[in-house]
């Protein structure tokens, strides 16, 4: 069995800790109905979900109407969803189960905890703080706080920065490829979640260090392959 070092670990935020898919769908729905566009499934938005908000409308209007809108359209709608979605921000979402239990444990075991998203940085804080985990992430790096947004390295390495641990050294926990290719890029070991937004991707395809089924079973993940365990 493979060990790592762990010093930290950083959480993707959208289908890893929480499930946002209610809240975005029905921004997404509203921004549809506006253009007199028919909704879409809720099962459908959650397969668009991925590569962020612009990746998401482009693919929604191609759905919806057909066509594939252009760049600067595509800017416009984003724009229009962003006010939906900041409107109602977190009404529609909730937390995985096992996700506070995970992160209680691994706070007890003294690890610094970060989130690594590419959601734009206006909405993490505000989406935390409609759960039981807001204050508990000793870094929060948003989709505009680095240079590029994953699968780049940036963000992961901005958020072991501001923990003040060797990048390599921070143990990454996402739901999709974007997650495992910026710990890869930052050489650093990453682990995912068989729930969240992969648009369709087997998890085993990842190419993880691990799947874990639920985050309260990550500490004994960790646990299991540190040469410190976490204490009980």
Same mark, same amino acid.
């Given at each position: 069995?493979?060990?790592?070092?762990?010093?930290?670990?950083?959480?993707?935020?959208?289908?890893?800790?929480?499930?946002?898919?209610?809240?975005?769908?029905?921004?997404?729905?509203?921004?549809?109905?506006?253009?007199? +566009?028919?909704?879409?499934?809720?099962?459908?938005?959650?397969? +668009?979900?991925?590569?962020?908000?612009?990746?998401?409308?482009? =693919?929604?209007?191609?759905?919806? *109407?057909?066509?594939?809108?252009?760049?600067?359209?595509?800017?416009?709608?984003?724009?229009?969803?962003?006010?939906?979605?900041?409107?109602? +921000?977190?009404?529609?979402?909730?937390?995985?189960? %096992?996700?506070?239990?995970?992160?209680?444990?691994?706070?007890?075991? %003294?690890?610094? +905890?970060?989130?690594?998203?590419?959601?734009?940085?206006?909405?993490?804080?505000?989406?935390?703080? =409609?759960?039981?985990?807001?204050?508990?992430?000793?870094?929060?790096? %948003?989709?505009?706080?680095?240079?590029?947004?994953?699968?780049?390295?940036?963000?992961?390495?901005?958020?072991?920065?501001?923990?003040?641990?060797?990048?390599?050294?921070?143990?990454?926990?996402?739901?999709s490829g974007n997650d495992v290719a910026c710990a890869r890029a930052a050489g650093a070991p990453v682990v995912v979640v068989p729930y969240g937004y992969r648009e369709g991707v087997s998890v085993q395809d990842?190419?993880?260090? %691990?799947?874990?089924?639920?985050?309260?079973?990550?500490?004994?993940?960790?646990?299991? *392959? =540190?040469?410190?365990?976490?204490?009980?």
């Amino acid at each position: 069995m493979r060990r790592f070092a762990v010093d930290a670990v950083a959480f993707d935020l959208d289908g890893t800790l929480v499930d946002t898919v209610g809240d975005l769908a029905h921004a997404l729905n509203r921004t549809l109905a506006e253009d007199g +566009l028919a909704a879409l499934p809720l099962a459908t938005v959650r397969d +668009l979900i991925g590569k962020g908000i612009r990746n998401l409308v482009a =693919r929604a209007y191609a759905i919806a *109407r057909g066509a594939t809108p252009a760049g600067d359209e595509v800017g416009r709608i984003v724009a229009r969803h962003s006010a939906h979605y900041a409107a109602t +921000l977190g009404e529609r979402s909730s937390p995985y189960p %096992g996700v506070v239990e995970g992160l209680a444990r691994l706070r007890e075991g %003294g690890l610094p +905890l970060a989130v690594v998203t590419n959601k734009a940085t206006r909405f993490v804080q505000p989406h935390l703080d =409609r759960t039981a985990f807001a204050d508990w992430f000793d870094a929060i790096v %948003g989709g505009d706080d680095a240079a590029a947004k994953k699968p780049d390295a940036a963000p992961l390495a901005l958020a072991a920065a501001r923990l003040g641990v060797d990048v390599r050294r921070v143990l990454m926990v996402g739901d999709s490829g974007n997650d495992v290719a910026c710990a890869r890029a930052a050489g650093a070991p990453v682990v995912v979640v068989p729930y969240g937004y992969r648009e369709g991707v087997s998890v085993q395809d990842l190419g993880a260090d %691990g799947i874990v089924e639920s985050l309260d079973e990550l500490p004994a993940w960790v646990a299991g *392959r =540190r040469a410190e365990p976490i204490p009980r």
